[in-house]
């Protein structure tokens, strides 16, 4: 397993459905190219994204309906049209979409009816450039698309319902003769469903092929759980703790501590571990190689997981009850380095880190993350705690540096809603007015020791709380939040730029 590159560099944190666009949300059309061509001006050598899988509940992506699978929204219907799969008049009548947050159900009723229109127009006549492409796609990733289109048309065919509430039980169970009889019943949905993930990853990968040719590369995101209601579930129910009706043993979830006395029921399902060992650990090798596919830098989300997980009983209403089990994290490594001996991966080591984790992450020489939000706190003495793992004057060469991530208020806002004694803090920490915060954090993470600092987008334009992507055990208001097609972001990047160069960021000056 490959470790971080030996230069140091920086990046941007923003997910794809944030980029503009004029069909309500962003999308693997110009503004995807337009963007990667400002962080080439900037200097900026990262772009994190979030997981690229098809978002579930709460439009999390988090909680895709598959790991393997890419979300069908970010499908450019630009590029369906240069395909000659719809027609320039087809979006003549395109909503008055929110240029400054995505409406999902919105986009969904205005975008899914042109997705099916130029699938069956691709199936009709395949377009001679795209021939194959297709038949190399169909082939490549049989192993999980049959499955997963399938699922996504029973799901369809069942109202959304969860494939184990309330489907025919055989289809629920996978029998040989249920899987045969839906799959001819669901044929051309079936096939429509796989259309849209070819248009999904052809046009993921032409992005991916630019960024790198601009010496961008890209870091995607694993969960380390997978939704309840996923094809990855019901088509490998053997590898996850289910009973004999298919229900959920046992959930995921983290134990109480200060901030949760009761702890976080998760309710994502549990691997069995054993019979992912007993079979060499082939579906999470599948799923990092498919990742690895999409991406040039892995992020394992809870990475401590990996090592021990808190295992909930499901009939439990809260965390309270669960137990610590052991992971098989180094044999999973192992397995996948044999498989994927140059895949990058990034360790996602915050919350409850135990001695036993850090040993696992540095045997595995992965990096782990600092946030810069974290770093500022008094200990139980009231004074200030100087050895916390996130100030920069504490940090190691092998890791990656943010002023906040995804789950974090902006810093702007994280800065509003601390106290004065901790704004203090801050302030004489890095000998600044506290005016311009959010600069003075990417400052501190860019001259940091850490090899690479990525910085959300909404930090690199000062942004309040309102511009807050996700706030952790809330459902409804997050992940909607989009980059206004009139903003300036060439500007911040410029001046990114001089403190990327100033700080040994520019790998290709340092050659």
Not at 283 to 306: K, P, Q, Y
Not at 312 to 328: D, F, L, N, R, V
Not at 411 to 422: K, Q
């Amino acid at each position: 397993m490959n470790r971080l590159s030996s230069s140091r560099a920086s990046g941007i944190l923003l997910h794809p459905t944030a980029l503009p666009g004029k069909h309500g949300i962003g999308d693997m059309g110009d503004g995807a190219f337009a963007f990667i061509d400002a962080l080439a001006e900037g200097g900026q050598s990262l772009w994190q994204i979030l997981p690229l899988g098809p978002i579930g509940y709460g439009e999390s992506p988090y909680s895709p309906f598959s790991t393997f699978a890419g979300e069908e929204l970010l499908i450019s219907l630009d590029r369906l049209k240069e395909w000659g799969l719809l027609e320039e008049t087809d979006t003549d009548n395109v909503p008055a979409f929110d240029d400054n947050s995505v409406d999902y159900d919105a986009v969904r009723a205005f975008k899914k009816p042109l997705l099916i229109q130029a699938c069956d127009t691709f199936l009709k006549k395949i377009p001679s450039a795209l021939k194959r492409d297709w038949e190399r796609f169909l082939e490549n990733n049989a192993e999980w698309l049959n499955d997963y289109a399938l699922f996504t048309a029973l799901h369809e065919e069942f109202h959304g319902i969860a494939w184990n509430e309330d489907w025919d039980r055989d289809i629920m169970k996978k029998t040989p003769e249920a899987v045969a009889k839906w799959s001819l019943y669901l044929k051309k949905q079936i096939e429509r469903i796989k259309v849209i993930q070819f248009f999904f990853d052809f046009q993921w990968k032409k992005i991916k092929e630019y960024a790198n040719q601009n010496n961008v590369r890209i870091i995607g995101d694993v969960p380390i759980f997978v939704s309840p209601d996923s094809a990855d579930v019901w088509a490998n129910r053997h590898l996850f703790l289910t009973d004999e009706n298919c229900r959920y043993t046992s959930v995921a979830g983290v134990p109480p501590d200060y901030f949760s006395p009761t702890g976080q029921r998760w309710g994502n399902p549990l691997y069995d571990w054993k019979a992912m060992e007993d079979d060499g650990f082939r579906w999470w090798v599948a799923r990092i190689r498919r990742t690895a596919e999409l991406v040039d830098i892995i992020r394992i989300d809870h990475f401590r997981g990996l090592r021990a997980f808190w295992k909930i009983p499901s009939k439990e209403k809260t965390a309270e009850k669960g137990k610590w089990i052991k992971a098989p994290g180094e044999k999973l490594f192992a397995a996948i380095s044999r498989e994927l001996p140059h895949v990058e991966i990034i360790a996602e080591d915050l919350g409850l880190i135990t001695e036993d984790v850090v040993a696992l992450r540095k045997k595995l020489h992965l990096p782990g993350m600092k946030i810069l939000q974290f770093a500022f706190e008094f200990n139980a003495e009231g004074r200030f705690n100087a050895d916390n793992i996130f100030l920069p004057h504490n940090y190691e060469t092998d890791a990656v540096v943010y002023t906040g991530t995804h789950d974090n208020d902006t810093t702007v806002g994280w800065y509003r809603t601390l106290s004065e004694p901790v704004r203090d803090l801050v302030r004489r920490y890095y000998g600044i007015s506290g005016d311009n915060i959010a600069w003075d954090l990417i400052r501190s993470a860019s001259s940091s020791r850490a090899r690479y600092a990525v910085f959300p987008m909404q930090d690199l334009l000062s942004l309040d709380s309102w511009a807050r992507t996700n706030t952790p055990a809330t459902v409804g208001s997050n992940w909607r939040w989009r980059l206004n097609p009139q903003t300036d972001i060439l500007n911040p990047l410029r001046r990114l730029r001089d403190l990327t160069y100033l700080y040994g960021r520019l790998p290709w000056e340092r050659n």
